[in-house]
């Protein structure tokens, strides 16, 4: 077996070794824990199972978002940006809650995981690390949206301060519920004797489209009052940076740690999630006039980011306990979970079609026909699904090469830049069937 990755040894209290000594412990522990050694080197039975259950709810509630989406449809052609937002805050949620889960479950893997209200417990830094970059990120999603979409293109842009307030309303409401799913998922996992990153990504996913898109409109409601609107823009500015300035004076070692090395990941996916929305804004007529496309936006988005996000989440755990190691051609166990998560694609993009077409049925939402979405969700999901195992690699590889946490830096690698690509995928796929 390799080398356990030195920082993975020191934050993880030396997993290798507990991995070692799994088999040499006698029963009633030795079939659990040779069952999760076994799921450790390749993806199983049970794990296929976890992840196709995932992945099916994951489309499920992305479709309800996308249905909430087409019907508010007049808000976002009132406030214009607010399109752009919505793959930015959505993706950004995925960065830092899919990060977390991922984080969690090789601590899960490593026997280290324990739920506490301790200040200094694992799972209390995380979750303290995780309020602040929602906040952080939400204020530097509406700075980005503001000086990049003239640059792309989009001139009309509603005012920083509206930005602001919807970026960080939507992301604290958002947080909320969030950091309680991930935390229940977490410990059942531990309880189920479920893989948590079989199931976080598509999971964290869902709940995350389900959540995002709500927490936008109900800011979109405190816009109406001008006066009120730029009071909180202040007030979320001053929150935001006096956060920051607690979380790098505090004591918290790994909060610390945790924060400088999102911070800079989280921007550099910030702005790839901004032009994904780009993107998409300027397809707006497009998207009003069939709105059953974008009923199908996020579903796509989702399917490919959540798997994406299994594949980060499996090499993450794998690269901290030694059993892979960062090669420019992955080896068999890296190539048994790009196989398997590949794999999960067709079925779900082909599932994603047939509930889009279902759900603009269902409330009358414009279509250009049941072949066309399909063909839309199939062949765009398809790339969109490609880049993420490419990305779920080698930017998790890449990671481990330059010594920094896999978990922190791999998923918002993946699902930033599968929302850019997959964006891109959908808009000409929507040009190449012929509706734009």
């Known amino acids: ?12 209290s030396k997993p290798s070794l507990r991995l ?46 996308g249905g909430f989406l087409a019907a508010m449809t007049g808000t ?15 993706g950004m949620r995925g960065n830092i809650f899919g990060a977390l889960g991922s984080r969690l479950a090789t601590s899960i893997h490593a026997g280290t995981f324990r739920i506490s209200r301790r200040h200094e417990a694992l799972v209390t830094q995380n979750v303290f690390a995780s309020g602040v970059l929602s906040l952080v990120t939400a204020v530097i999603l509406a700075v980005l949206t503001k000086i990049l979409s003239p640059i792309f293109g989009l001139d009309s842009v509603v005012a920083i301060a509206d930005l602001v307030v919807l970026s960080a309303v939507g992301a604290l409401l958002s947080f909320l519920v969030l950091i309680a799913v991930t935390l229940s998922l977490a410990a059942r996992s531990v309880e189920r004797g479920w893989d948590l990153d079989d199931v976080n990504a598509p999971l964290v996913s869902a709940v995350g489209d ?30 935001s940076a006096l ?56 579903a796509c988005l ?26 420019a051609i992955p080896g068999r166990p890296a190539r048994r979970d ?8 067709l079925p779900v993009l082909i ?50 090469r330059a010594g920094v946490d896999p978990d922190t830096y791999g998923m918002p690698l993946v699902t930033s830049s599968v929302d850019l690509g997959g964006a891109a995928a959908l808009v000409l796929t929507i040009g190449w069937v012929g509706l734009s």
Request: glycine letters at 8%; proline letters at 4%.
């Open 302 to 327: 989702a399917a490919a980011g959540a798997i994406g996000g299994i594949l980060s989440g499996r090499l993450s755990t794998k690269f901290h306990l030694g059993v892979i190691e960062p090669t």
């Open 351 to 400: 599932f994603n079609g047939l509930l889009a077409q279902f759900a603009s049925a269902l409330f009358g939402f414009e279509s250009p026909g049941f072949v066309t979405l399909l063909s839309i969700s199939v062949i765009g999901g398809s790339i969109a699904t490609l880049l993420a195992g490419a990305i779920g690699y080698y930017g998790t590889a890449l990671a481990v």
């Open 1 to 12: 077996m390799a080398r356990c990755h030195p920082r993975a040894m020191s934050r993880l």
């Open 76 to 90: 976002l052609e009132r406030y214009p940006g607010l399109l752009v937002l919505v793959p930015a805050a959505i």
């Open 20 to 65: 070692g000594r799994v088999l040499a412990e006698g029963s009633p522990f030795r079939a659990r824990r040779s069952a999760r050694v076994r799921d450790l080197l390749g993806p199983d039975s049970v794990g296929i199972r976890q992840s196709l259950v995932a992945l099916a709810f994951s489309s499920l509630t992305a479709v309800v978002a």
């Open 210 to 239: 389900v959540v995002t898109l709500p927490a936008l409109l109900v800011a979109s409601f405190l816009l109406e009052i001008d006066v009120l609107t730029n009071t909180l823009a202040v007030l979320l500015v001053m929150l």
């Open 338 to 345: 790009l196989i398997a998560g590949l794999a999960f694609a």
């Open 243 to 298: 956060t920051l300035w607690w979380s790098r004076r505090s004591l918290l070692t790994m909060m610390r740690q945790i924060l400088a090395e999102s911070l800079p990941i989280l921007l550099a996916t910030g702005i790839l999630l901004v032009i994904a929305g780009v993107v998409i804004e300027h397809e707006l007529e497009t998207f009003a006039a069939n709105r059953a496309v974008l009923v199908l936006v996020p």
